[in-house]
């Protein structure tokens, strides 16, 4: 267990902003998670020490949203997220830290942009099959890699206009489903050893905390505001993320 107070500075806000995204934001603010502990420690084992928690915070968030979810967008977005998953494992061989650094910047920075220009409003309002299966799979792929599914669900589901409720319900059920099955590869992987199921015990208690938090805020705040304090940072990161992949750090 890391002595350093550095790390528990990082990985309890990292903790609690997915916890936050995941109770009543979508998903989409919990890019900011990793980049966040990768302050501490490589982005291969922040996304381990991650996906125990995050299985933990999807039993509360079905909890709090049961029976409340898009249906036909799940059952369009899910299988491509298991291509996206199956991808991931096949591939992780292949990418070292660095170059996750430099995938995890530019996919914030992108994400940031999107947001900004307020892109998804262009996009069509109908599921589609093909869109499912596209965004499904990179949603699948990112998550599996750095837990950053949130962009690529949301580019294809924000412009559906559901309901916030639902929204965040349909995405409760779409991550809980992926982040159950990436426990089986990650495993495969040896990602899971003792130290850092340990790393993330110390941290599961805020899991609750942060699910709870989410629907308290999603209910009562503007989200306009929340989001545009979070992408800010999630700037700020992005850039510094990437310009260390690069070696320019």
């Not at 220009?117 to 990112?142: C, K, M, Q, S, V």
């Not at 580019?155 to 965040?168: E, G, N, S, T």
Request: charged share 10%; with cysteine; proline share 6%.
């Amino acid at each position: 267990m890391p002595a350093d107070p550095f790390f528990y500075l990082c990985a309890i806000p990292a903790v609690l902003i997915y916890g936050i995204a995941k109770g009543g934001f979508g998903g989409s603010i919990a890019v900011m998670s990793v980049p966040l502990m990768t302050f501490v420690v490589s982005p291969t084992r922040a996304a381990a020490i991650l996906l125990p928690i995050l299985c933990v915070m999807d039993l509360f968030v079905v909890r709090t949203y049961r029976g409340t979810y898009d249906a036909r967008a799940l059952k369009l977005l899910l299988p491509g997220a298991m291509t996206g998953i199956l991808i991931g494992y096949l591939g992780a061989g292949m990418m070292n830290d660095d170059a996750m650094r430099v995938m995890i910047g530019v996919i914030s920075l992108l994400f940031c942009i999107t947001s900004w220009l307020d892109w998804p409003r262009g996009a069509g309002r109908e599921h589609n099959a093909a869109g499912g299966a596209i965004f499904g799979t990179l949603a699948g792929f990112t998550s599996f890699n750095i837990h950053a599914g949130g962009p690529p669900f949301g580019m294809y589901l924000l412009p559906k206009r559901l309901d916030p409720l639902v929204y965040a319900g349909t995405a409760g059920i779409f991550f809980a489903v992926v982040n159950y099955v990436k426990l089986v590869p990650y495993y495969l992987l040896d990602q899971l050893r003792t130290d850092t199921l340990v790393l993330s015990l110390t941290l599961v208690p805020l899991a609750p905390i942060g699910v709870k938090l989410g629907h308290f805020l999603v209910r009562r705040i503007d989200a306009r505001l929340f989001y545009l304090v979070c992408y800010f940072f999630l700037f700020i990161v992005g850039i510094k993320l990437l310009f260390e992949g690069l070696g320019y750090l």
